[in-house]
């Protein structure tokens, strides 16, 4: 998938989480492939300085907007005005990509501010698929989803994550956003290998990949790692992320980072590290 | 009903327990199987995280007056009372203000609510649509008589009030223009306009008839109608009306004018 590619444009190779306090020094770069993500919800709202940056960055870059709120794998439908408005960035912005997270965040009127898990039985399989679809009709078009970080073991799956999300996919005709760092942080807490989760994913699929950096839990330590986007990304991550894209090939791939932000320049150097990376792997293959 | 459950209640019926358990007792916590686990406590936290870090972010005055400590226990407390329900949390934050006027570890801060709801409308006017503002020359090209006819329209951004007794617009005030809190304080009354006609939030000291009259243009009244019920408000304001309307104008008060043609 060549998301955004206009005639004589260059693909998206690496992007960027772009946080408020970046917002000129992100407008002005020009680094080679270089696209912005942002969280769709910090932008949901009437008017005001935050549309007006996005409008601005968004005449100088191809955009990702990232939900974490819409609640696809909630008991409860998406909430129908958040629908609408992520409809109204979506008309607006024209991103190259749109995507939410497996995960639920919604009941009862409550929005619970995380991305929280669920036994992955074959009634949430039909759910989250009617949401996906829900989320696809608001906005007319695909987006992805994305495997979450985990720190519970859970009963009552009867899906593999990886043959759910594959499942999803095809019925609802969604993309995968693959997150490496939640791969790595979800094996170590659940005690499986993150190379045969990342070996048997369905690379054909992936629309995106998210890179991002974790720390183990101030009370239990390495055995818990808590994928809190407050470092950069970590050895064994970008390891994964040679293997995936030796294996799939280079696909637009962002460098997070929500906490502990440093300065644009070393961000931006975390994103050329990956975007060398991705080029590199595309001459090899070609 | 049985036990013949549908598909839909058994994840609804997992997703009320695990939601009963992050925030809720242990009685709570003992009906989801899940909580026992050291993992549960990285979602209790996360949550609780996200929403206090987003009352800090939006209500900076009163995180400066009150200390982090104190903000984040006060904050933890609102937070359970009162979830988020959408998930733009910059504009998480609705009551607050009267949950601080209601807090007994606040009695000691009067000023403490009104501080809250300054805050809290300046992120109103920061989030709220963009729009025109109606400038000092089109109300002067309106005749007399259809002036008075017409219904200035407040600004979507445009926010005001007005605190009797309380120095709370200078104690506010200071804490955004970077002024020390500790000054001696005028200990009187106040009234503030806040509004972003274009760019950034801004703000300006307003008299009490600037307030009654603003209060009666959103009622939908008239220009003349809101002169007089600012001159209710404060009689004797009509003879300085030349000072403060086009104060209001400039401010940016008002998107259009409406009624103003046949």
Redesign the interface.
């Known amino acids: 998938m060549a998301p955004h590619r206009g005639a004589g444009a260059p693909a998206l190779t690496a992007g960027l989480g772009l946080k408020a306090e970046h917002y000129g020094e992100a407008l002005a770069c020009r680094a080679d492939g270089l696209w912005f993500e942002v969280h769709a919800?910090?932008y949901?709202?009437?008017?005001?300085?935050r549309?007006a940056w996005l409008e601005a960055i968004r005449g100088e870059h191809a955009l990702s907007l990232h939900?974490?709120?819409?609640s696809v794998a909630?008991?409860?439908p998406p909430?129908r005005?958040?629908l609408d408005r992520l409809a109204a960035l979506v008309r607006r912005f024209e991103p190259a990509l749109v995507s939410e997270h497996l995960a639920?965040?919604r009941?009862?009127?409550?929005?619970?501010?995380?991305l929280?898990?669920?036994?992955r039985?074959?009634?949430?399989l039909?759910?989250v698929c009617a949401n996906v679809a829900r989320v696809q009709e608001a906005i007319g078009r695909p987006i992805a989803i994305e495997n979450p970080s985990?720190?519970?073991?859970?009963?009552?799956h009867d899906w593999s994550e990886i043959d759910f999300l594959d499942e999803i996919a095809r019925r609802t005709g969604c993309s995968l956003l693959l997150d490496i760092n939640n791969v790595f942080v979800s094996a170590r807490?659940l005690g499986t290998v993150a190379e045969d989760y990342l070996d048997a994913f369905p690379a054909a699929r992936v629309s995106e990949v998210h890179l991002a950096g974790h720390r183990p839990?101030p009370?239990?330590g390495e055995a818990?790692l808590?994928d809190s986007h407050d470092a950069p990304v970590a050895a064994e991550v970008w390891t994964l992320f040679e293997r995936f894209t030796r294996r799939a090939g280079a696909r637009p791939t962002l460098i997070e980072r929500d906490a502990e932000l440093p300065a644009f320049a070393e961000l931006l150097g975390e994103r050329d590290a990956a975007h060398a990376r991705l080029v590199g792997d595309v001459a090899l293959a070609a | 009903m049985g036990d013949a459950r549908t598909?839909?209640a058994?994840?609804?019926s997992?997703?009320?327990d695990?939601?009963a358990a992050?925030f809720g007792s242990d009685d709570a916590r003992a009906g989801c199987?899940?909580a026992s686990?050291?993992?549960?406590?990285?979602?209790r936290n996360?949550?609780m995280v996200?929403?206090v870090d987003?009352l800090a972010a939006s209500f900076p005055s009163v995180f400066q007056l009150v200390g982090e400590a104190w903000f984040r226990d006060a904050a933890a407390l609102f937070v359970r009372g009162r979830?988020?329900?959408?998930?733009?949390?910059?504009?998480y934050g609705e009551g607050f203000a009267e949950f601080l006027a209601d807090f007994e570890p606040a009695r000691e801060l009067p000023y403490l609510p009104g501080v809250a709801r300054l805050d809290r409308l300046w992120s109103e006017a920061?989030?709220?649509?963009?729009?025109p503002v109606v400038g000092a020359t089109a109300l002067a090209a309106l005749a007399p008589s259809a002036l008075a006819v017409a219904v200035l329209v407040p600004h979507?951004?445009a926010r005001w009030a007005s605190f009797a007794d309380l120095p709370v617009v200078t104690i506010w005030r200071r804490h955004r223009e970077g002024l020390p809190l500790d000054g001696e304080l005028p200990w009187v009354g106040e009234s503030v306009l806040l509004a972003?006609p274009a760019?950034?939030v801004r703000w300006q000291a307003m008299e009490p008839s600037g307030v009654a009259f603003l209060a009666a243009c959103a009622s939908g009244r008239s220009f003349a109608d809101a002169v007089d019920a600012a001159e209710q408000a404060a009689p004797g304001c009509v003879d300085e009306l030349g000072t403060w309307l086009p104060a209001l104008l400039a401010a940016g008060a008002f998107t259009r004018i409406e009624g103003d043609s046949p």
């Open positions: 919800e910090n949901m709202v009437d008017g005001g300085p549309l939900g974490v709120s819409l909630g008991a409860e909430d005005s958040a639920w965040s009941l009862g009127g409550s929005y619970l501010p995380d929280l898990p669920f036994p039985s074959d009634e949430a039909a759910t985990h720190y519970l073991t859970l009963d009552g807490n839990d009370r239990v818990l808590i | 598909p839909a058994s994840l609804q997992f997703q009320r695990f939601a992050l199987a899940a686990q050291a993992g549960f406590d990285v979602y996360t949550i996200a929403c987003a979830p988020p329900t959408e998930g733009g949390m910059a504009s920061h989030l709220a649509a963009d729009g979507p951004s972003r760019g950034e």
